[in-house]
C-alpha cells in the first residue's frame, strides 16, 4: 500500500490526493469526495500564534509597586478617617424597650391609635454643630430588602398614570384594594410608611425654644420631579384626582392629606418618596428633616440642652425593631463612616509590609548563585 504525503497539503489541512488501493483508485482521491478533517486552518488565531504580551515579574517591578501602593494609600486613608471623625452626629434610640425610658409607655402602640401617644426625651449636646444638621430617622431589624417588599408597588400609579390609579398592578396584592376600592398609593412599601412625628427644642432657662425642621428638599431630584406625580387633571384639587380611591390600610388618613401644601402633597409628598426609596440593608436611616445654619457667626445647634418630643405612631416592638433618631453634619464626602479610611490605611500598610519583606528576602538571598557545583 502506498501513501501519497505532501506536507504543504498537511500543513493547509486540505489534502488533495488520497490512499491508494491496489486494483483500484483512491479513497478520497478525485474519483470521491474530499477528506473531511478536524484540524483547525493553519491561521495565526487559530493555530494561536498571535502576538501576546506577558509581564515578567521582577524585584525591581513588584518591590516599587508594593512601596507606591502603600505611600499612596495610606495618606488617603488618613485624610478619609480624620475628615469622618470630624463629622458630628449624636443619635437618641426612643424605641422605649427599657422600662426607665419616657417611651416605654408607647412601646405597644398599634397604627389605628387615636390620639397618638407622645413622650419627650431629653439630652444635652456637648460639641455644637457648626454646619447645616440633617436630622435621620433609623430603623433596626426591618428588612425593607425582601424581594416580595421591593416588589410590592405600581410604579405607574406613582408617576401619575390615571388608568393605573384605578386599576392598580397585581403585584400589589394583598395591598391592592381595599373594601372594593383601588389603594392609592399601593402595595406593601407604602402601606408601612414611616410616620413618627418629632420636633426639636431647645432648652435655654427652662424656656423652650422650637428648632425650625425643614421638610422640603429631603428628596432626590429625580424622584421629586420624575419618578413621582400626581394624577393629571386640576392640580389645585386633589381630592378629586384621587376620587375612587381609598387610603392605605395602616395610614390615618388620605394620600391628598399628607400636606397642606400642594407641592408636597399627595404621591409627591417628599417624606412619602424618601420612604419608597427602599433600604438594601435590615438596619438603616432616612432623611427626615434639614436644620439649616443660620448665619456664620453662631452654630447651628449651640452646646447646650435639648428636647426631643415624639408623637409615636409606629409600631416596631412586634418585630423586635428599634427606632432612632440622628442628628448629624456632612462633609465632602457625605456622612459619617470611618470604614472606608480604615480600608485604606489597612490595605496601604498591608502592601508597605509586604514590601518590606519581600525586599529583605531579595536583598538577602536574591544574589546567590543557585546552580550546582557539578564536580569534574
Known amino acids: 500500500m502506498a501513501v501519497n504525503y505532501s506536507a504543504k497539503e498537511e500543513a493547509d489541512g486540505h489534502p488533495s490526493g488520497g490512499v491508494g488501493v491496489p486494483g483500484g483508485g483512491a479513497v478520497g482521491g478525485g474519483g470521491g469526495g474530499a477528506v473531511k478533517t478536524r484540524k483547525p486552518d493553519n491561521t495565526a488565531f487559530k493555530q494561536q500564534r498571535l502576538p501576546a504580551w506577558q509581564p515578567i515579574l521582577t524585584a525591581g517591578t513588584v518591590l516599587p509597586a508594593f512601596f507606591i501602593i502603600g505611600l499612596i494609600f495610606i495618606p488617603i486613608g488618613i485624610g478619609i478617617f480624620v475628615t469622618s471623625n470630624n463629622i458630628r452626629e449624636y443619635e437618641i434610640d426612643y424605641t422605649g424597650t427599657e422600662p426607665s425610658s419616657p417611651c416605654n409607655k408607647c412601646l405597644n402602640v398599634s397604627w389605628d391609635s387615636t390620639p397618638p401617644c407622645t413622650c419627650t426625651i431629653n439630652f444635652t449636646l456637648e460639641h455644637a ?33 390615571n388608568s393605573s390609579l384605578l386599576n392598580p398592578s397585581k403585584e400589589c396584592e394583598p395591598y391592592r384594594t381595599n373594601e372594593d376600592k383601588p389603594i392609592a398609593p399601593c402595595g406593601a412599601i407604602a402601606n408601612s410608611m414611616f410616620n413618627d412625628t418629632l420636633e426639636l427644642y431647645r432648652i435655654d432657662n427652662d424656656t423652650r425654644t422650637p428648632i425650625t425642621l425643614i421638610k422640603k428638599g429631603i428628596a432626590w431630584w429625580t424622584d421629586k420631579n420624575v419618578k413621582f406625580r400626581n394624577p393629571t387633571g386640576d392640580g389645585n384639587n386633589l381630592t378629586a384626582l384621587f376620587q375612587g380611591t381609598t387610603k392605605p390600610v395602616n395610614w390615618p388618613k388620605p394620600v391628598y392629606m399628607l400636606d397642606s401644601e400642594p407641592d408636597n402633597n399627595g404621591f409627591i409628598n417628599e417624606d412619602f418618596i424618601v420612604w419608597m426609596r427602599t433600604a438594601a440593608l435590615p438596619t438603616f436611616r432616612k432623611l427626615y428633616r434639614l436644620i439649616e445654619r443660620k448665619n456664620n457667626f453662631q452654630p447651628t445647634l449651640q452646646a447646650g440642652k435639648y428636647s426631643l418630643d415624639i408623637a409615636y405612631n409606629y409600631p416596631v416592638h412586634s418585630f423586635d425593631g428599634r427606632k432612632r433618631m440622628i442628628l448629624s453634619t456632612i462633609s465632602w464626602m457625605g456622612g459619617k463612616n470611618p ?37 569534574n
Open 129 to 161: 454643630f457648626e454646619s447645616n444638621v440633617f436630622m435621620y430617622y433609623g430603623l433596626s431589624n426591618f428588612y425593607q430588602n425582601h424581594r416580595r417588599y421591593v416588589k410590592s408597588r405600581d410604579d405607574s400609579q406613582l408617576n401619575g398614570d
Open 339 to 375: 470604614f472606608l479610611g480604615i480600608a485604606y490605611i489597612t490595605v496601604g500598610s498591608i502592601c508597605f509590609f509586604l514590601g518590606v519583606v519581600l525586599l529583605f528576602i531579595h536583598h538577602k538571598y536574591g544574589n546567590r548563585n543557585t546552580s550546582a557545583d557539578i564536580p
